[in-house]
């Protein structure tokens, strides 16, 4: 039989061997970069406050959703919420297997 | 021990019913003996459904004839078929029990704190016994007129436990679940009609022995197909989930979830063992495959504008089904081929695999989604962030069971992905990489959700989950770390012998004699 091969603990040994190395590459960094003007954020030098700097989940892949705003309309529009479309949906999917197996075995 | 293991069959299904029909009393005695009784009955009956795992994958099937004197003799003597409640469980059924009494005690127990006292909590542990009844009765019965009775139970009380909020959009909810559910539930008792007027059986094991493939078998398939398809969330009929589990409690929500994986057994069920070789494999298999792509696809897709998180999961639940119907429908694709034995046996794997992984990160990551909103009172993401300040170990849970959805190893979701994509590459690259692309959209849906409710400034002020909360998730994060280091053991102890019983139709005709 077809044999996939997977050993997590090999992974997770890799992953701690990769951590430590990052951690010591760190460390060898510049300590006194830190807790500067370097690590606030850049709006354009005025002072934000805190509670304003966290960005909706709204604003999270609004790209990607208004790039493929023709899928996403038509999926609304089937996600109608109405049950009668609900049923609809069922009825006709299930036309549809029975049709599909009733040509299969005229065709078969 | 021995009596026990004869009877626990019976047992695991009587337990809870009768229990739940105990609960309205012990409830008007005792606040604290109602919790102490619940969390009790949940967990023997994960003892019996283990006690009776080790049995079954040792020593084979068992069945059990309810109201016989001596249990196993399923056809009485002045019968020549079964005519009683046979009960049958192979390795596959057992499979589904541990995955329904392990997701049901999560819930119970996280309940305890989730669900407030003063709005009908013994009614709600009630229900949630009844929902085990009907998963476990749907997992466990050898007669498909039984497998419509358990299937109403679990529809009925999850559909009651859906509005428990007694909210409008929790009554829409459930509305549509319950209208779905019913027109489902008359589609297999119309074709158990089909096959008690064509056959006069009613048990699968015989009626899988006489099944013609007639014109009236073709129907009553298409109804079963339709009808299971529907109630595992398979798009395009899947309409009805994230109305459902968005505004479900949390806790109910993860059984849900665990309601529909019963479908989907039933589903397997028909095809594999009610039909078998007599239908056409590749047609259907073709159809699981399709509904699998589709689900995957557009389960992700609409996840990720999504605002609501327990709307955004619940696209995820369906996302992930198509993964479940990808991996078997391509091994039910194959059945009868040789290249079955060569990598169709491991995509089902694969598939049955992603079913009990499931069951356990989408259970975690509602359970989080519920202790986020028993906090903010609020499943809106916009109005969501820096929680990971204060709720530590909430956050922790919700990046294990992201993580493990999105298939990034070492996590559990990793270990049946990877057998899926591997596999189902050999009958199509195309289907791996979609299998793959979804993965990526997954994470992407999910760094969304970390990013807007546990990144950033602390918002709100507010404190971590009660204690038992917390039980819940951990109870199912230990889990998906134990599946995710130890995925061999799994696949070699659990998942294989599952797939073969599932596979072998021949075991399960020859265990009922005749």
């Known amino acids: 039989m077809y044999e996939i091969v997977w050993e997590p603990i090999i992974w997770i040994i890799s992953f701690v061997i990769i951590t430590i190395t990052v951690y010591i590459i760190r460390a060898i960094g510049r300590v006194d970069y830190r807790g500067g003007e370097e690590e606030k954020p850049f709006l354009s030098g005025m002072e934000a406050p805190k509670e304003k700097m966290h960005i909706s989940a709204s604003n999270v892949y609004w790209g990607f959703i208004d790039a493929l705003k023709g899928y996403y309309n038509s999926m609304k529009k089937i996600h109608s919420g109405v049950i009668n479309d609900y049923v609809s949906w069922f009825m006709l999917i299930t036309a549809i297997i029975f049709i599909s197996l009733f040509l299969y075995g005229v065709i078969k | ?514």
């Open chain 2, 1 to 514: 021990m021995n009596w026990l293991i004869t009877h626990s069959p019976a047992l695991l299904i009587l337990l809870p019913l009768l229990s739940a029909f105990l609960m309205p009393l012990i409830d008007k005695i005792s606040k604290k003996a109602r919790n102490f009784f619940a969390v009790i009955i949940f967990i023997i009956v994960e003892i019996l459904v283990i006690i009776l795992a080790l049995d079954i994958l040792k020593n084979g099937m068992h069945v059990y004839a309810i109201g016989e004197r001596n249990p196993l003799q399923t056809i009485p003597t002045q019968a020549v078929v079964p005519i009683r409640i046979v009960l049958q469980i192979d390795a596959m059924g057992i499979f589904m029990g541990i995955i329904s009494a392990t997701v049901c005690l999560s819930a119970c127990i996280y309940s305890l704190a989730y669900i407030e006292e003063g709005r009908g909590k013994g009614k709600f542990y009630t229900l949630l016994l009844l929902i085990l009844v009907g998963m476990l009765g749907m997992e466990f019965t050898g007669d498909i007129f039984n497998l419509f009775v358990f299937y109403e139970i679990l529809s009925i009380a999850s559909a009651a436990l859906i509005v428990y909020s007694r909210k409008g959009e929790a009554s829409e909810g459930a509305f549509k679940f319950l209208v779905i559910s019913s027109i489902s539930a008359l589609f297999i008792l119309f074709s158990v009609a089909l096959f008690y007027g064509e056959y006069d059986l009613l048990n699968i094991a015989y009626l899988a022995k006489n099944i013609k493939y007639t014109h009236i078998d073709k129907i009553a398939l298409a109804l079963l197909v339709s009808a299971f398809a529907m109630k595992c969330g398979s798009v395009p009929m899947h309409f009805w989930c994230p109305d459902a589990y968005s505004v479900a409690p949390s806790s109910i929500t993860a059984t849900l979830v665990a309601g529909s994986q019963a479908s989907l057994y039933a589903l397997f069920r028909v095809c594999f063992t009610l039909y078998g070789l007599k239908l056409d494999s590749q047609l259907i298999g073709g159809i699981l495959i399709i509904f699998g792509l589709l689900s995957m696809f557009v389960g992700v897709t609409m996840a990720i504008p999504q605002k609501d998180i327990k709307r955004l999961m619940a696209y995820h639940a369906i996302s992930q089904t198509g993964y479940m119907l990808l991996g078997v429908g391509a091994g039910f694709y194959l059945l009868g081929k040789p290249e079955f034995e060569i990598y169709g046996i491991k995509a089902m794997e694969g598939g049955i695999f992603h079913i009990i992984n499931h069951a356990m990160y989408k259970g975690l990551l509602f359970l989080t989604a519920g202790a986020i909103f028993y906090r903010l009172k609020t499943r809106n993401l916009n109005e969501m962030g820096g929680l990971a300040h204060t709720m530590k170990y909430t956050s922790v849970f919700f990046i294990i069971g992201a993580l493990a959805i999105a298939g990034i190893p070492p996590f559990n979701g990793f270990a049946s992905k990877l057998i899926i994509y591997e596999s189902v590459y050999k009958i199509s690259p195309i289907l791996s990489i979609i299998a793959m692309l979804v993965s990526i959209l997954t994470l992407a849906s999910f760094v969304k959700v970390f990013y807007s409710a546990f990144m950033g400034p602390k918002i709100h002020d507010v404190r971590e989950v009660p204690k038992s909360m917390l039980i819940g998730m951990g109870v199912l994060t230990f889990v998906i770390i134990f599946f995710g280091l130890f995925p061999q053991y799994i696949v070699n102890n659990l998942v294989n012998p599952a797939v073969m019983a599932l596979a072998k139709q021949a075991g399960y005709l020859s265990a009922i004699g005749g």
